[in-house]
DNA sequence: AAAAAGTGGTCAATCAAGTTGACTATATTT
DNA sequence: AAATATAGTCAACTTGATTGACCACTTTTT
């Protein structure tokens, strides 16, 4: 696929095909560190949870699967050892799922890929054009999502 | 969430929501219009499918998944009325899946939708940087696939 | 020309990640 | 105190992918 290939594209498709760029980019990276348990839906859940700890419906809410879904990736991420569940602290049916010493060295790990990826595109197209970049998606985020606001502003892929 | 919320947002995250908002955006309207049975995936199916047709190991490449996987969705497709299978007119192990008028009704609609969409950011952020949006993500996904073409270039989410 | 190796497509079994429904224990409202 | 709502988990199921086996046909090798 070359360049012109790619300059046909619309951009919801240019959007997808960045989109994966960078999250496979970031993924392989992490993999080369140990870390290649961890799957995207994961980053979105460390979000969450970082960095006071979120409840299992919390989680559920913000990304938009069923609570039960959510209980069986706490499942999987507790056995790799990146949380663990906590008894919550007013509420003696609640749980909160926290960041272990792995878990937080996960996060640390990926902040600073996603600053070096975005380094990189500065050095490609200049500080000014990586800014308006970001104005100029959160607008149109921001816009397209106004009148359904908050349930479906999820990061889904 | 609100636009504060949003503009802390680094880009990979910024470009997972500006794609969902986007996609979600087109799949609601194709549903409105009585094409509910179809699912993002097809989109970059038909992308590879227009004009002449395509063979299922190219579809499998073209999306990067199994020909096996690729064989139920065109059992679905099929099944839906957007696509059928033809004799291949040279390799008679082949069959070229090609669109029916349906399935062409279903591309038309979605490349007016996506134009609409395209045009109301252009009526958010003008013309010229609507532009250099387009340029700056084609950049960065053709600069950050490089070295792995074309493996790893598809449109994955 | 015959044999060997490769390729396109499908069938079957399995896996992964989500779903719905049922349930327990605890909280909140009436 | 009783009724209702909520947090979390267990179990069964669905969906969309996977791997492996296979058939029919094509291409390459000998």
Redesign the pocket.
Known sequence: MTQEVLSELDLTSLLSLSFSTSINELHDRLSELGFGDI?P?HGFMFKCITPNGS????L?EY??????????????LEKCGYVI?KD?P????????VLTERGWLVVKAKEKILTEIEQRWIEKIGTQRLQMLKEDLTILVYEGNEDRLPTRLRPVW
């Open positions: 799957r839906v409840t299992g419906v919390e559920a990304l938009g699967i069923t609570k039960q879904a959510v209980s069986k990736m706490v499942d999987y569940r919550h007013t509420d003696k049916r609640g749980k909160i799922i």
